[in-house]
Every structure is written in structure tokens, then in C-alpha cells.
């Protein structure tokens, strides 16, 4: 035995020299308007939660990469920033983050809410698609058909939202069961191309864990307070340290754009910061697998999502190769 997980997994998955002939690998855009369900299908995927999930419209805010390997594939799915019309700095900031994912991409995944009409978002997005398709193979996932109603209404929505996208292959889902989920692994692995295994077969993410952890603190955030406060919130941890094998310390806080926001933030004689801090040490702590002492700290920063220097200094930057 070893004290490194990492071994042990990848005892099970051949080292990328043995790989067998035909071994498939690439990117999956994970793309869609805001909250059709694209964090909830890439989490129910890979069978882990990678990606913050909540009921307010853009939660997903950085690219953030769900990595998937077994012996004959590897999926690389880039979970991306709902698409909609931007009004701040952020907001723009996010749409580019989801058009890059589409540039880069070997299959395409367009999500899309079954139990909503077509909205202008989605085809703004279909066109997207569209033109990609030349190049790009794209899948139509037609998720929460859980929330439909009956067989009438499923086939009206079903011909309206295939006919924005004629040309691909189309599937269902309900993502917070999974069900579907492994129907639509299976259609990716078929249209990826023959190549190489690009990230270690244990390697789930590419964010970095203390990015998780913000990440965690946030979608807490966004579960208990009302629509207004969310989305102006952002969270940085400040200090990860491993106080022994068993407990981890963490400092982290909690960015709000105003001070009346810092109040609701905090509550009265400070309940709600004591439930968004127990909630999220209780994910953190399944997530490390260790006892953790988090330590949350609320301060205001005007206007951040119209800023862009504060945009960078919260980590909120374009990554480009070239
Ligand atoms: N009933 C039902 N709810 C779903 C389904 N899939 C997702 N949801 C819910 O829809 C909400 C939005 O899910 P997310 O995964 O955060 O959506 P998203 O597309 O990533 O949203 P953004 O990151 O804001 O673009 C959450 O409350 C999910 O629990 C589904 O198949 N059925
Ligand atoms: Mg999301």
C-alpha cells in the first residue's frame, strides 16, 4: 500500500505508452444558455462533482475542465459560462469564456432546457452550432425532460429544439438522475477522434483545489440568499494549510459589492454566514476527505463585476496559448 491514491487508479488504466490501438481522446464544449442543466450533466458524466450547480442563472463563471478516462478514451469536457447578453464586465468576460471552448473544440455539446420554449439565447446559440458543424460534429442534449409534462408536449418540444439544429444527433436526459448521461458518453466517444491520453488517468480537473474549495463557498452563497446578492459575490481562498493528516485550515473570503449586501451576507447576529459556513465545510470535507476549520471572512469591493483590474485580481482572466 501506498499513501497516494493516485497509485492505486492508475494501476487500474494502462500508462499512456500501452495505450490500446484506436485510443480516442479530445474536447467536449459544453455549451448553452444559463441554467438548462450543462454543470449537472458534466457532473453526472464523470460520476463526481467537479462544478458548482445552483437554480440562479449563471453560476458557472471559469472554464473548468471534467476529465474522464478509461481504457480505450479519454473526454475532455470544458464545462463553460451559460451564453446569454452580457451587461457587465463579467458578464462579458464569461460569454468569451464559452465562445473560446467552442473554437478549441472536437465535439460540440449543446444543452438546451426541454421543459422551456425556445428562447433567443438558444438560437443565438444554435447558429453558433451551425456554423461550427462544418468542422465540428455536434450533439443536441435535451435535458430536465423530467419537468415536460406529457407525451403531446415532449414531441412539440422535441421538433421545435431539433429543428434549430437539424443537422445533429439528438439526445434526452435528466440530469440530476443521470439518467441519459452514459447514452450521451457513449454518442461523444463515438464521434472523437484517434489520439493521444492528454492528462493522467487520475487527473479529474484542471483547477486547482483551493479554486474548488472558492468555488464550493460560493455555490453556498448562491443557495441561500436571494437573486440580487448572488451574482454580485465573488470568493477567494486566502490561506490551505494542512494543520495534520486529519484537518486542513482554511481562510477564505467572501467579496460582495455592497455594504448593504455585507449585512445580508452576514445576517442577523451573523446566522446566515454560520449556515453558508456549514454547508460548505460539510462539501469541503467529503471533498478533501479530511476534518476542515474554515474561517470566513465578508468584505465589500464597489463594483468589481464592472472592473476590469478587480476582475483579474479575483481570478477572473482569459487563458490563452498564444
Ligand atoms: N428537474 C431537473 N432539474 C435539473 C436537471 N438538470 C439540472 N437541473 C437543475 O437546474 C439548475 C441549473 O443547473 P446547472 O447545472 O447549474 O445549470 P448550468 O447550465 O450549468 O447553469 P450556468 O452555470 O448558470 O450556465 C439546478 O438547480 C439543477 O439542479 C434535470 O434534468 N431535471
Ligand atoms: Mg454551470
Known amino acids: ?89 463579467l458578464g462579458q468576460f464569461m460569454v468569451t469564456v464559452a465562445l473560446d471552448a467552442l473554437k478549441d473544440a472536437d465535439v460540440i455539446l449543446f444543452v438546451a432546457d426541454l421543459s422551456e420554449p425556445v428562447t433567443p439565447e438558444d438560437r443565438q446559440i444554435a447558429d453558433l452550432v451551425r456554423q461550427a458543424q462544418s468542422q465540428t460534429p455536434a450533439l443536441l442534449v435535451l435535458n430536465k425532460v423530467d419537468l415536460v409534462g406529457g407525451p403531446d408536449r415532449l414531441q412539440r418540444q422535441v421538433e421545435a429544439f431539433r429543428a434549430l439544429v437539424p443537422d445533429a444527433e439528438w439526445l434526452t436526459t435528466i440530469a440530476t438522475t443521470g439518467e441519459g448521461a452514459q447514452a450521451v458518453m457513449d454518442a461523444i466517444i463515438a464521434k472523437l477522434p484517434e489520439g493521444p491520453r492528454y492528462y493522467p488517468a487520475d487527473q479529474i480537473s484542471d483547477i486547482a483545489v483551493r479554486d474548488i474549495v472558492a468555488e464550493i463557498i460560493r455555490e453556498k452563497v448562491l443557495l441561500n440568499l436571494e437573486q440580487e446578492v448572488p451574482h454580485g459575490v465573488a470568493t477567494v481562498v486566502d490561506e490551505f ?26 445576517g442577523k447576529q451573523g446566522k446566515m454566514l454560520k449556515t453558508i459556513s456549514q454547508q460548505a465545510r460539510e462539501d469541503i470535507e467529503s471533498f478533501l476527505g479530511t476534518r476542515v476549520y474554515l474561517e470566513l471572512w465578508v468584505k465589500v469591493l ?21
Do not use: C
Request: without cysteine; aromatic residues 6%; hydrophobic residues 35%.
Open 1 to 89: 500500500m501506498t499513501d497516494e491514491p493516485s497509485d492505486e487508479l492508475l494501476d487500474e488504466i494502462p500508462p499512456p505508452d500501452e495505450l490500446p490501438a484506436g485510443h480516442k481522446s479530445g474536447f467536449v464544449a459544453v455549451i448553452g444558455r444559463p441554467n438548462v442543466g450543462k454543470s449537472t450533466l458534466m457532473n453526472a458524466m464523470l460520476g463526481q462533482k467537479v462544478a458548482i450547480v445552483s437554480p440562479k442563472p449563471q453560476t458557472t463563471r471559469l472554464r473548468q475542465l471534467g476529465i474522464y478516462t478509461r481504457e480505450d478514451a479519454q473526454v475532455i469536457f470544458v464545462d463553460t459560462p451559460g451564453i446569454h447578453n452580457p451587461r457587465t464586465a
Open 302 to 322: 464597489k463594483n468589481w463585476r464592472k472592473d476590469e483590474n478587480l476582475l483579474r485580481r479575483l481570478g477572473y482572466r482569459i487563458h490563452r496559448d498564444v
Open 241 to 266: 494549510k494542512a494543520r495534520s493528516e486529519n484537518l486542513t485550515y482554511i481562510s477564505a473570503t467572501i467579496y460582495v459589492e455592497r455594504e448593504s449586501h455585507k449585512g445580508i451576507v452576514i
